[in-house]
Protein backbone atom coordinates (compact mmCIF):
# COMPACT_ATOMS: atom_id res chain seq x y z
CA UNK A 1 0.00 0.00 0.00
CA UNK A 2 1.27 3.57 -0.94
CA UNK A 3 2.35 6.03 1.85
CA UNK A 4 -0.14 8.56 1.73
CA UNK A 5 0.23 12.18 0.18
CA UNK A 6 0.41 14.70 2.79
CA UNK A 7 -2.29 17.64 0.46
CA UNK A 8 -2.98 20.33 2.63
CA UNK A 9 -1.53 18.86 5.62
CA UNK A 10 1.24 21.77 6.51
CA UNK A 11 2.16 20.56 10.12
CA UNK A 12 5.52 18.37 10.50
CA UNK A 13 4.65 16.35 13.54
CA UNK A 14 1.27 15.09 11.41
CA UNK A 15 3.22 14.43 8.22
CA UNK A 16 5.58 11.97 10.41
CA UNK A 17 2.82 10.33 12.54
CA UNK A 18 3.71 6.56 11.88
CA UNK A 19 -0.37 6.01 12.11
CA UNK A 20 -0.62 7.90 9.12
CA UNK A 21 2.40 6.75 7.17
CA UNK A 22 2.52 10.00 4.67
CA UNK A 23 5.26 10.70 2.11
CA UNK A 24 7.82 13.27 3.19
CA UNK A 25 10.55 14.59 1.40
CA UNK A 26 13.66 15.10 3.92
CA UNK A 27 14.21 19.07 4.14
CA UNK A 28 15.86 18.41 7.64
CA UNK A 29 19.01 19.71 6.67
CA UNK A 30 17.44 23.06 6.67
CA UNK A 31 17.70 22.87 10.67
CA UNK A 32 21.77 22.66 9.94
CA UNK A 33 22.45 25.48 7.38
CA UNK A 34 20.07 27.99 9.97
CA UNK A 35 22.68 26.06 12.85
CA UNK A 36 25.38 26.95 10.78
CA UNK A 37 24.65 30.50 9.82
CA UNK A 38 26.10 33.79 11.72
CA UNK A 39 22.28 35.27 11.55
CA UNK A 40 20.27 36.28 14.77
CA UNK A 41 17.32 37.14 12.42
CA UNK A 42 16.49 35.49 9.25
CA UNK A 43 13.76 36.14 6.93
CA UNK A 44 13.16 34.04 4.09
CA UNK A 45 10.52 34.56 1.13
CA UNK A 46 8.94 32.17 -0.91
CA UNK A 47 5.37 31.90 -2.85
CA UNK A 48 3.00 30.35 -1.78
CA UNK A 49 2.28 26.47 -1.15
CA UNK A 50 5.99 26.21 -1.41
CA UNK A 51 6.23 24.72 2.12
CA UNK A 52 7.04 27.36 4.58
CA UNK A 53 4.65 25.92 6.80
CA UNK A 54 6.35 23.07 7.04
CA UNK A 55 9.41 23.79 7.33
CA UNK A 56 8.58 26.17 10.31
CA UNK A 57 6.70 23.13 12.02
CA UNK A 58 9.97 21.39 11.81
CA UNK A 59 11.79 23.85 13.31
CA UNK A 60 9.05 23.75 16.15
CA UNK A 61 9.44 20.30 16.64
CA UNK A 62 12.97 20.24 16.00
CA UNK A 63 13.69 22.75 19.19
CA UNK A 64 10.99 22.83 21.42
CA UNK A 65 11.83 21.56 24.77
CA UNK A 66 8.44 21.14 25.84
CA UNK A 67 8.46 17.71 23.77
CA UNK A 68 10.10 15.00 23.03
CA UNK A 69 10.76 15.05 19.07
CA UNK A 70 13.02 11.98 18.94
CA UNK A 71 11.28 9.44 17.20
CA UNK A 72 10.06 12.25 14.48
CA UNK A 73 13.78 12.48 13.46
CA UNK A 74 15.03 8.98 13.39
CA UNK A 75 16.47 7.95 10.05
CA UNK A 76 16.21 11.62 8.76
CA UNK A 77 19.09 13.82 7.28
CA UNK A 78 19.35 15.64 10.00
CA UNK A 79 19.83 12.41 12.53
CA UNK A 80 23.33 11.87 11.02
CA UNK A 81 24.79 15.16 11.93
CA UNK A 82 26.24 16.10 15.46
CA UNK A 83 23.44 19.12 15.36
CA UNK A 84 21.43 16.30 16.99
CA UNK A 85 22.68 17.40 20.27
CA UNK A 86 20.30 20.40 19.70
CA UNK A 87 17.24 18.58 19.92
CA UNK A 88 14.49 19.89 22.09
CA UNK A 89 16.81 22.24 23.20
CA UNK A 90 15.31 25.48 23.74
CA UNK A 91 11.96 27.23 24.39
CA UNK A 92 10.27 28.57 21.67
CA UNK A 93 7.49 31.19 20.46
CA UNK A 94 6.00 29.69 17.45
CA UNK A 95 3.43 32.12 15.67
CA UNK A 96 1.61 30.85 12.45
CA UNK A 97 -0.08 34.33 10.89
CA UNK A 98 -1.26 32.70 7.33
CA UNK A 99 -4.97 33.00 8.19
CA UNK A 100 -4.98 36.39 9.49
CA UNK A 101 -6.89 38.36 6.80
CA UNK A 102 -9.90 40.13 5.68
CA UNK A 103 -11.30 43.16 7.20
CA UNK A 104 -9.40 44.85 10.03
CA UNK A 105 -11.72 43.14 12.46
CA UNK A 106 -10.99 39.51 11.06
CA UNK A 107 -6.97 40.63 10.77
CA UNK A 108 -7.31 41.93 14.85
CA UNK A 109 -9.22 39.10 16.05
CA UNK A 110 -7.30 36.17 14.37
CA UNK A 111 -3.98 38.45 16.05
CA UNK A 112 -5.74 38.24 19.48
CA UNK A 113 -6.31 35.10 19.34
CA UNK A 114 -3.32 33.79 18.20
CA UNK A 115 -1.44 36.10 20.93
CA UNK A 116 -3.46 34.32 23.78
CA UNK A 117 -2.58 31.33 22.67
CA UNK A 118 0.93 32.20 22.68
CA UNK A 119 0.78 33.69 26.08
CA UNK A 120 -1.08 30.41 28.19
CA UNK A 121 2.58 28.59 28.49
CA UNK A 122 4.19 31.43 30.32
CA UNK A 123 0.68 32.41 32.73
CA UNK A 124 1.45 29.21 34.99
CA UNK A 125 4.91 30.30 35.84
CA UNK A 126 6.29 31.96 38.52
CA UNK A 127 5.99 36.06 37.70
CA UNK A 128 6.82 38.99 39.72
CA UNK A 129 3.57 40.67 41.06
CA UNK A 130 4.53 43.63 38.20
CA UNK A 131 4.60 40.94 35.67
CA UNK A 132 1.17 39.27 36.79
CA UNK A 133 -0.26 42.55 36.40
CA UNK A 134 1.08 42.90 32.92
CA UNK A 135 -0.07 39.44 31.69
CA UNK A 136 -3.54 39.69 33.43
CA UNK A 137 -3.67 43.54 31.11
CA UNK A 138 -2.68 41.90 28.33
CA UNK A 139 -5.19 38.46 28.94
CA UNK A 140 -8.23 41.32 29.38
CA UNK A 141 -7.41 42.81 26.45
CA UNK A 142 -6.69 39.93 24.28
CA UNK A 143 -10.29 38.17 25.88
CA UNK A 144 -12.01 41.09 25.46
CA UNK A 145 -11.41 41.74 21.64
CA UNK A 146 -11.03 45.48 22.53
CA UNK A 147 -8.98 46.59 19.35
CA UNK A 148 -8.95 49.84 20.65
CA UNK A 149 -6.36 48.74 23.27
CA UNK A 150 -4.10 46.98 20.83
CA UNK A 151 -1.08 49.48 22.36
CA UNK A 152 -1.28 46.57 25.65
CA UNK A 153 0.00 43.96 23.33
CA UNK A 154 2.62 45.24 21.30
CA UNK A 155 5.08 44.12 23.76
CA UNK A 156 3.71 40.59 23.81
CA UNK A 157 6.16 38.61 22.09
CA UNK A 158 9.18 40.16 23.88
CA UNK A 159 7.32 39.62 27.22
CA UNK A 160 6.87 35.59 26.63
CA UNK A 161 10.41 35.51 25.34
CA UNK A 162 11.44 37.43 28.98
CA UNK A 163 9.24 35.08 31.39
CA UNK A 164 10.34 31.71 29.33
CA UNK A 165 14.03 32.55 29.96
CA UNK A 166 13.33 33.32 33.16
CA UNK A 167 12.13 29.82 33.65
CA UNK A 168 13.92 27.58 31.38
CA UNK A 169 17.16 29.78 31.49
CA UNK A 170 17.84 29.38 28.39
CA UNK A 171 17.58 32.13 25.28
CA UNK A 172 14.32 31.39 23.00
CA UNK A 173 13.78 30.72 19.66
CA UNK A 174 10.90 32.91 17.77
CA UNK A 175 9.43 31.17 14.54
CA UNK A 176 6.64 33.91 13.01
CA UNK A 177 5.15 31.77 10.14
CA UNK A 178 3.63 34.23 7.02
CA UNK A 179 4.67 37.31 8.73
CA UNK A 180 3.32 39.25 6.10
CA UNK A 181 -0.01 37.95 5.74
CA UNK A 182 -2.21 40.59 7.43
CA UNK A 183 -0.11 43.66 6.06
CA UNK A 184 -0.61 42.19 2.44
CA UNK A 185 -4.44 41.73 3.22
CA UNK A 186 -4.52 45.32 4.88
CA UNK A 187 -3.09 47.10 1.94
CA UNK A 188 -5.49 45.11 -0.24
CA UNK A 189 -8.43 46.34 1.43
CA UNK A 190 -7.19 49.73 2.65
CA UNK A 191 -6.11 49.69 5.94
CA UNK A 192 -2.71 49.21 5.78
CA UNK A 193 -1.74 52.52 7.66
CA UNK A 194 -4.08 51.67 10.35
CA UNK A 195 -2.13 48.39 11.23
CA UNK A 196 1.31 49.02 10.43
CA UNK A 197 2.39 50.24 13.53
CA UNK A 198 0.78 47.79 15.38
CA UNK A 199 3.26 45.40 13.44
CA UNK A 200 6.07 47.47 13.36
CA UNK A 201 5.81 47.74 17.48
CA UNK A 202 5.10 43.73 17.38
CA UNK A 203 8.52 43.07 15.80
CA UNK A 204 10.48 45.86 16.74
CA UNK A 205 10.17 44.82 20.33
CA UNK A 206 10.49 41.21 20.09
CA UNK A 207 13.48 40.90 17.26
CA UNK A 208 15.15 44.02 18.42
CA UNK A 209 17.74 44.34 20.84
CA UNK A 210 16.22 41.79 22.40
CA UNK A 211 18.14 40.08 25.37
CA UNK A 212 16.09 37.00 25.50
CA UNK A 213 15.86 35.66 21.47
CA UNK A 214 18.77 33.45 21.26
CA UNK A 215 17.48 33.51 17.43
CA UNK A 216 14.67 33.85 15.13
CA UNK A 217 12.96 32.86 11.52
CA UNK A 218 10.56 34.72 9.84
CA UNK A 219 8.74 33.38 6.49
CA UNK A 220 6.95 34.95 4.00
CA UNK A 221 6.55 35.73 0.12
CA UNK A 222 7.30 39.38 0.61
CA UNK A 223 10.30 41.75 2.29
CA UNK A 224 8.48 44.15 3.95
CA UNK A 225 11.40 47.02 3.75
CA UNK A 226 13.91 47.38 6.79
CA UNK A 227 13.67 50.57 6.73
CA UNK A 228 9.87 50.34 7.63
CA UNK A 229 8.39 47.36 9.88
CA UNK A 230 12.18 46.55 10.52
CA UNK A 231 13.16 50.18 11.42
CA UNK A 232 16.84 49.51 13.28
CA UNK A 233 16.59 45.78 12.52
CA UNK A 234 20.50 45.57 11.99
CA UNK A 235 20.46 41.48 12.55
CA UNK A 236 18.28 41.08 9.53
CA UNK A 237 19.59 38.20 6.92
CA UNK A 238 16.58 38.24 4.30
CA UNK A 239 16.71 35.12 1.96
CA UNK A 240 15.02 35.85 -1.33
CA UNK A 241 13.93 33.76 -4.39
CA UNK A 242 17.38 35.58 -5.94
CA UNK A 243 19.80 34.01 -3.53
CA UNK A 244 21.24 30.68 -2.90
CA UNK A 245 20.74 30.54 0.95
CA UNK A 246 17.89 27.56 1.70
CA UNK A 247 16.90 27.55 -1.92
CA UNK A 248 16.92 23.33 -1.92
CA UNK A 249 14.46 23.37 0.86
CA UNK A 250 11.80 25.51 -0.56
CA UNK A 251 9.65 23.23 -3.28
CA UNK A 252 11.06 20.25 -4.89
CA UNK A 253 14.39 19.41 -6.32
CA UNK A 254 14.86 17.92 -9.99
CA UNK A 255 16.10 14.36 -8.39
CA UNK A 256 13.06 14.66 -5.26
CA UNK A 257 10.27 14.91 -7.58
CA UNK A 258 11.52 12.26 -9.95
CA UNK A 259 11.40 10.07 -7.06
CA UNK A 260 8.16 11.16 -5.27
CA UNK A 261 6.54 10.29 -9.01
CA UNK A 262 8.28 7.05 -9.38
CA UNK A 263 6.91 6.09 -6.16
CA UNK A 264 3.27 6.70 -7.69
CA UNK A 265 4.22 5.02 -11.10
CA UNK A 266 4.34 8.22 -12.43
CA UNK A 267 7.00 9.44 -15.38
CA UNK A 268 8.83 12.97 -15.16
CA UNK A 269 8.12 13.41 -18.62
CA UNK A 270 8.51 16.64 -21.18
CA UNK A 271 4.68 17.22 -20.38
CA UNK A 272 4.85 17.40 -16.24
CA UNK A 273 8.37 19.77 -16.91
CA UNK A 274 6.50 21.89 -19.01
CA UNK A 275 3.36 22.28 -16.74
CA UNK A 276 4.85 22.02 -13.54
CA UNK A 277 8.35 22.90 -13.60
CA UNK A 278 10.38 26.17 -14.28
CA UNK A 279 11.08 28.01 -10.72
CA UNK A 280 14.94 29.09 -9.92
CA UNK A 281 15.81 29.87 -6.35
CA UNK A 282 18.90 31.00 -6.23
CA UNK A 283 21.12 28.40 -8.81
CA UNK A 284 18.60 25.98 -7.99
CA UNK A 285 16.03 24.33 -10.15
CA UNK A 286 12.62 23.67 -8.42
CA UNK A 287 9.31 22.35 -9.10
CA UNK A 288 6.17 23.65 -7.67
CA UNK A 289 5.71 20.89 -4.49
CA UNK A 290 1.64 21.39 -4.28
CA UNK A 291 1.11 21.04 -7.88
CA UNK A 292 3.39 17.74 -8.07
CA UNK A 293 1.93 16.25 -5.05
CA UNK A 294 -2.10 16.78 -6.62
CA UNK A 295 -1.05 15.65 -9.35
CA UNK A 296 0.53 12.55 -8.19
CA UNK A 297 -3.08 11.85 -6.68
CA UNK A 298 -5.37 12.58 -9.73
CA UNK A 299 -2.84 11.65 -12.42
CA UNK A 300 -4.06 14.62 -14.21
CA UNK A 301 -1.76 17.67 -15.09
CA UNK A 302 -3.91 20.39 -14.35
CA UNK A 303 -3.22 23.98 -13.28
CA UNK A 304 -3.61 23.03 -9.35
CA UNK A 305 -1.83 25.98 -7.92
CA UNK A 306 -3.30 28.55 -9.41
CA UNK A 307 -6.51 28.23 -7.64
CA UNK A 308 -5.10 28.38 -3.69
CA UNK A 309 -5.49 32.28 -3.96
CA UNK A 310 -6.60 35.18 -5.10
CA UNK A 311 -4.09 37.48 -7.29
CA UNK A 312 -6.14 40.01 -6.35
CA UNK A 313 -2.91 42.63 -5.62
CA UNK A 314 -0.83 41.90 -8.80
CA UNK A 315 -4.38 43.10 -10.42
CA UNK A 316 -4.48 45.65 -8.89
CA UNK A 317 -0.60 46.36 -9.67
CA UNK A 318 -0.71 45.87 -13.16
CA UNK A 319 -4.07 48.25 -13.05
CA UNK A 320 -1.60 50.91 -11.90
CA UNK A 321 1.31 50.41 -14.00
CA UNK A 322 2.77 52.83 -15.92
CA UNK A 323 3.64 52.83 -19.85
CA UNK A 324 7.10 51.20 -19.77
CA UNK A 325 5.87 48.16 -17.23
CA UNK A 326 2.62 47.66 -19.73
CA UNK A 327 5.26 47.40 -22.62
CA UNK A 328 7.61 44.72 -20.63
CA UNK A 329 4.19 43.04 -19.07
CA UNK A 330 3.27 42.52 -23.06
CA UNK A 331 6.35 41.24 -24.44
CA UNK A 332 6.41 39.26 -21.36
CA UNK A 333 3.50 37.52 -22.48
CA UNK A 334 4.49 37.29 -26.43
CA UNK A 335 7.88 36.63 -25.96
CA UNK A 336 7.95 34.35 -23.25
CA UNK A 337 10.98 36.90 -21.24
CA UNK A 338 11.49 40.09 -20.69
CA UNK A 339 14.40 42.26 -18.79
CA UNK A 340 13.02 44.38 -16.09
CA UNK A 341 14.04 46.43 -13.37
CA UNK A 342 13.74 44.43 -10.02
CA UNK A 343 13.51 45.24 -6.29
CA UNK A 344 12.96 42.32 -3.64
CA UNK A 345 14.30 44.70 -1.14
CA UNK A 346 11.11 46.97 -0.46
CA UNK A 347 7.52 45.78 -0.93
CA UNK A 348 5.08 47.09 -3.70
CA UNK A 349 2.24 47.75 -1.29
CA UNK A 350 5.29 50.11 0.83
CA UNK A 351 6.68 51.79 -2.64
CA UNK A 352 4.57 51.40 -5.56
CA UNK A 353 6.85 51.86 -8.37
CA UNK A 354 8.12 49.16 -11.74
CA UNK A 355 11.34 47.54 -9.78
CA UNK A 356 8.97 46.38 -6.64
CA UNK A 357 5.99 45.77 -8.93
CA UNK A 358 7.75 43.10 -10.58
CA UNK A 359 9.48 42.07 -7.30
CA UNK A 360 6.02 41.65 -6.16
CA UNK A 361 5.57 38.96 -9.25
CA UNK A 362 8.68 37.54 -8.77
CA UNK A 363 8.06 36.94 -5.29
CA UNK A 364 4.59 35.67 -5.79
CA UNK A 365 5.66 33.24 -7.83
CA UNK A 366 4.28 34.48 -11.17
CA UNK A 367 7.74 35.08 -12.18
CA UNK A 368 11.25 33.44 -12.02
CA UNK A 369 14.77 34.66 -12.75
CA UNK A 370 15.59 33.54 -15.93
CA UNK A 371 19.51 34.52 -16.09
CA UNK A 372 20.62 36.87 -12.90
CA UNK A 373 22.39 40.12 -13.96
CA UNK A 374 25.36 40.95 -11.34
CA UNK A 375 24.94 44.37 -12.08
CA UNK A 376 21.46 44.11 -10.56
CA UNK A 377 19.73 46.57 -12.59
CA UNK A 378 17.81 44.77 -14.97
CA UNK A 379 16.97 40.94 -14.74
CA UNK A 380 16.00 38.68 -17.10
CA UNK A 381 12.69 37.43 -15.87
CA UNK A 382 10.47 34.58 -17.53
CA UNK A 383 7.09 32.99 -16.63
CA UNK A 384 7.87 29.48 -15.19
CA UNK A 385 5.54 27.04 -16.70
CA UNK A 386 2.46 26.50 -18.34
CA UNK A 387 0.75 26.45 -14.93
CA UNK A 388 1.02 30.51 -14.24
CA UNK A 389 0.81 31.34 -17.94
CA UNK A 390 -2.97 30.20 -17.23
CA UNK A 391 -3.43 32.11 -14.14
CA UNK A 392 -2.32 34.93 -16.52
CA UNK A 393 -5.59 34.26 -17.92
CA UNK A 394 -7.51 36.39 -14.84
CA UNK A 395 -5.60 38.90 -14.87
CA UNK A 396 -5.75 39.66 -18.60
CA UNK A 397 -9.25 39.83 -17.95
CA UNK A 398 -9.09 42.15 -15.80
CA UNK A 399 -6.52 44.46 -16.13
CA UNK A 400 -8.40 44.28 -20.14
CA UNK A 401 -11.98 45.32 -18.79
CA UNK A 402 -12.88 41.76 -20.19
CA UNK A 403 -16.23 40.18 -18.73
CA UNK A 404 -15.07 36.41 -17.01
CA UNK A 405 -14.25 33.83 -19.58
CA UNK A 406 -15.03 35.94 -22.81
CA UNK A 407 -11.45 35.52 -23.90
CA UNK A 408 -12.00 31.73 -23.60
CA UNK A 409 -15.14 31.19 -25.50
CA UNK A 410 -13.25 33.01 -27.59
CA UNK A 411 -10.48 31.58 -28.46
CA UNK A 412 -12.09 28.02 -28.23
CA UNK A 413 -14.45 28.81 -31.35
CA UNK A 414 -10.56 30.24 -33.05
CA UNK A 415 -9.56 26.53 -32.19
CA UNK A 416 -12.97 25.03 -33.27
CA UNK A 417 -12.22 26.60 -36.59
CA UNK A 418 -15.97 28.20 -35.85
CA UNK A 419 -15.76 31.51 -37.29
CA UNK A 420 -19.36 32.50 -36.75
CA UNK A 421 -19.13 31.37 -33.26
CA UNK A 422 -15.88 33.62 -33.03
CA UNK A 423 -17.83 36.55 -34.82
CA UNK A 424 -20.41 36.34 -31.85
CA UNK A 425 -17.81 36.27 -29.23
CA UNK A 426 -16.10 38.63 -30.69
CA UNK A 427 -18.92 41.37 -31.30
CA UNK A 428 -20.20 40.51 -27.72
CA UNK A 429 -16.85 41.75 -25.87
CA UNK A 430 -16.71 44.81 -28.52
CA UNK A 431 -20.38 45.51 -27.00
CA UNK A 432 -19.28 45.10 -22.85
CA UNK A 433 -15.68 45.68 -22.81
CA UNK A 434 -14.33 49.02 -21.75
CA UNK A 435 -10.76 48.92 -23.99
CA UNK A 436 -12.94 48.94 -27.47
CA UNK A 437 -14.92 52.26 -26.34
CA UNK A 438 -11.98 54.97 -26.16
CA UNK A 439 -12.32 55.79 -29.70
CA UNK A 440 -8.29 55.30 -30.32
CA UNK A 441 -8.62 50.93 -30.79
CA UNK A 442 -4.90 50.94 -29.72
CA UNK A 443 -5.58 49.45 -26.01
CA UNK A 444 -8.46 46.86 -27.58
CA UNK A 445 -6.09 45.77 -29.61
CA UNK A 446 -2.93 45.14 -27.27
CA UNK A 447 -5.59 43.33 -25.06
CA UNK A 448 -6.69 40.68 -27.50
CA UNK A 449 -3.15 39.94 -28.68
CA UNK A 450 -2.59 39.79 -24.78
CA UNK A 451 -5.09 37.10 -24.61
CA UNK A 452 -4.25 35.32 -27.58
CA UNK A 453 -0.55 34.97 -25.60
CA UNK A 454 -2.13 33.03 -22.66
CA UNK A 455 -4.72 31.34 -23.87
CA UNK A 456 -3.08 30.08 -27.26
CA UNK A 457 0.48 29.89 -26.69
CA UNK A 458 0.50 25.97 -26.30
CA UNK A 459 -0.97 24.90 -29.36
CA UNK A 460 0.08 28.38 -31.77
CA UNK A 461 3.24 30.43 -32.43
CA UNK A 462 2.09 34.13 -31.56
CA UNK A 463 3.70 36.79 -33.86
CA UNK A 464 2.75 40.59 -33.83
CA UNK A 465 3.53 43.13 -36.56
CA UNK A 466 6.14 40.87 -37.47
CA UNK A 467 7.80 40.92 -41.24
CA UNK A 468 5.11 38.69 -43.47
CA UNK A 469 4.92 38.70 -47.22
CA UNK A 470 5.46 42.03 -48.36
CA UNK A 471 4.83 43.43 -45.45
CA UNK A 472 4.09 43.42 -41.77
CA UNK A 473 0.79 41.72 -40.10
CA UNK A 474 -1.27 42.94 -37.33
CA UNK A 475 -1.56 39.67 -35.70
CA UNK A 476 -0.17 35.79 -37.30
CA UNK A 477 -1.26 32.64 -35.00
CA UNK A 478 0.97 29.95 -36.73
CA UNK A 479 -0.19 26.24 -35.62
CA UNK A 480 2.08 24.22 -33.67
CA UNK A 481 0.04 21.26 -34.43
CA UNK A 482 -1.64 19.42 -37.33
CA UNK A 483 -5.23 19.25 -38.00
CA UNK A 484 -5.73 23.20 -37.06
CA UNK A 485 -5.41 26.55 -39.14
CA UNK A 486 -3.40 29.36 -39.13
CA UNK A 487 -4.80 32.81 -38.49
CA UNK A 488 -3.92 36.26 -39.78
CA UNK A 489 -5.79 39.52 -38.42
CA UNK A 490 -5.90 42.93 -39.89
CA UNK A 491 -7.01 45.36 -37.63
CA UNK A 492 -8.66 48.88 -39.12
CA UNK A 493 -9.74 51.95 -37.16
CA UNK A 494 -12.70 54.20 -38.30
CA UNK A 495 -16.39 55.21 -39.27
CA UNK A 496 -16.97 53.28 -42.30
CA UNK A 497 -16.24 49.77 -40.89
CA UNK A 498 -17.72 47.79 -43.67
CA UNK A 499 -15.76 49.65 -45.74
CA UNK A 500 -12.96 49.48 -43.90
CA UNK A 501 -12.94 45.69 -43.16
CA UNK A 502 -12.86 44.49 -46.40
CA UNK A 503 -9.94 47.23 -47.18
CA UNK A 504 -8.11 45.02 -43.67
CA UNK A 505 -8.58 41.58 -45.80
CA UNK A 506 -7.26 43.58 -49.32
CA UNK A 507 -4.41 44.26 -47.53
CA UNK A 508 -4.18 40.83 -46.10
CA UNK A 509 -3.87 39.41 -50.53
CA UNK A 510 -1.95 42.26 -51.57
CA UNK A 511 0.81 42.31 -48.91
CA UNK A 512 0.56 38.25 -49.34
CA UNK A 513 0.89 37.87 -44.98
CA UNK A 514 0.13 34.12 -45.57
CA UNK A 515 3.42 33.36 -47.90
CA UNK A 516 5.41 30.94 -45.50
CA UNK A 517 2.51 29.35 -44.12
CA UNK A 518 1.55 25.78 -44.87
CA UNK A 519 -2.04 24.04 -44.39
CA UNK A 520 -5.30 25.51 -43.87
CA UNK A 521 -5.22 29.58 -43.15
CA UNK A 522 -8.05 31.69 -42.43
CA UNK A 523 -7.84 35.37 -42.15
CA UNK A 524 -9.66 37.98 -40.48
CA UNK A 525 -10.24 41.67 -41.56
CA UNK A 526 -11.45 43.60 -38.61
CA UNK A 527 -12.87 47.50 -38.25
CA UNK A 528 -13.55 48.85 -34.87
CA UNK A 529 -15.74 52.27 -34.64
CA UNK A 530 -16.30 52.30 -30.92
CA UNK A 531 -18.87 50.00 -30.35
CA UNK A 532 -19.82 48.90 -33.66
CA UNK A 533 -17.77 45.77 -35.15
CA UNK A 534 -17.63 44.58 -38.46
CA UNK A 535 -15.60 41.28 -39.33
CA UNK A 536 -15.02 39.73 -42.82
CA UNK A 537 -13.54 36.49 -43.21
CA UNK A 538 -11.64 33.78 -46.29
CA UNK A 539 -10.32 30.54 -45.88
CA UNK A 540 -6.95 29.72 -47.78
Keep these: ?53 LNMTMLREFFDITKDSGKLFEGLKISQTA ?148 SGLNNLDVCTVMDDQYSQYFGLM ?94 FFELEQAATLWGLFLNSGYLTIKMSSESGELQAVRIPNQEVMISFRKIIERYGGFQADSLSRLFDALQCKDIERFKRSYEQIILTCTSFHDGSGENAYHMLFLGMCVYLSNSYE ?14 VLKVKRPGRANYIFEFKQGEDVERLAKEAMEQIHEKQYYAGLSGETILLGIAHNLKQCEIVSEVR
Design 1 to 53: MKKALPIGVSDFEKIMDEKKGCYYVDKTLMIAEWLNSFAEVTLITRPRRFGKT
Design 254 to 347: PEETETLLAYYELPLDESVQAMYDGYRFGRQEIYNPWSILNYARNKKKEPYWVNTASNELLVQAMLHANQDVREDFELLLSEGDARVPVDLQTS
Design 83 to 230: HMQELNSRPVIFLSFKDCKGSYESVMACMYKILLRALEPVLTNKATEIEEKVLQRMVDVLLSFDFGQRAVLQDAIYTISRLLYQHYHKKVIILIDEYDTPMISAYEQGYYEEIHDFFSSLYGSALKDNPYLERAMLTGIHRIAKENIF
Design 462 to 475: IQSNVERGHGRADI
